[in-house]
């Protein structure tokens, strides 16, 4: 069935490495992706997209990979601070079915000091 | 502040009080959503909304009754629910909805009604 799901529920990294936080979906059918951060007491916030004609997008310290031959997505977190951890989130958009979008369970990250 | 707006942030109710929640969006945007999330679950879409008219509803129970007046505000109407029913309720708008003219968006999210149904 269609599903969007994280390898690891938890992540725990030191302060100053780079984070990477997978995800896996299984509907071919889905063009646009998205990860969400979401801290405690707070509603999930848009990081970054990326469509599925693109393989990678940068923002500022964040990168979306996006392998559509495996069906995977990745949010890589270069230099990750303290205030990086949450709970991320991937999403996907899909036309299969009439327009929807699927959540992912979520992984929390863990910054140790 | 994300421009969504939700109140009250959390809510204690017993299963035969009746009670809303509401949301406000500042943002222009054209469609809102409402949210349940539970602990170790994904986010469960209930209902859509775009420019006022509900073109969604995921098999939402009835004691569930969500109102939208205007394209600024949402409301999610309770009344006699279950213990099963405690979660935080979030409420996300986009600039349109999902899929309208090819186009895709992300979702602003308000920070959530905490519900404890007891």
């Known amino acids: 069935g269609e599903s969007v799901g994280l390898h690891l529920p938890t992540l725990s990294v030191q302060e100053g490495d780079n984070s990477i936080i997978n995800c896996a979906y299984s509907n071919s059918a889905s063009d646009y992706f998205i990860w969400y951060k979401q801290e405690s007491g707070k509603g999930p916030q848009f990081i970054i997209d990326i469509r599925s004609n693109m393989d990678k997008r940068q923002g500022q310290r964040v990168t979306v990979l996006l392998n559509k031959t495996v069906k995977h997505l990745s949010l890589q977190i270069a230099a990750t601070q303290p205030g990086d951890s949450a709970v991320y989130f991937c999403a996907e958009n899909t036309r299969a079915g009439g327009f929807k979008t699927i959540f992912g369970a979520g992984t929390r990250l863990f910054v140790k000091a | 502040e994300t421009g969504v707006t939700q109140t009250p942030r959390h809510l204690v109710m017993g299963m035969t009080n009746k009670k809303s929640l509401k949301c406000e969006q500042h943002?222009?945007?054209?469609?809102m959503y409402w949210y349940k999330q539970s602990a170790k679950k994904p986010l469960e879409l209930m209902f859509v909304y775009s420019l006022e008219e509900r073109v969604e509803n995921n098999s939402v129970p009835s004691r569930f009754s969500p109102e939208c007046p205007n394209s600024s505000h949402l409301f999610l109407h309770l009344h006699t629910l279950q213990p099963e029913d405690s979660a935080l309720y979030l409420c996300a708008s986009s600039p349109k909805l999902r899929g309208t003219g090819g186009a895709n968006y992300g979702y602003t999210f308000g920070s959530g009604t905490r519900l404890t149904v007891v």
């Open positions: 943002l222009g945007h054209n469609a």
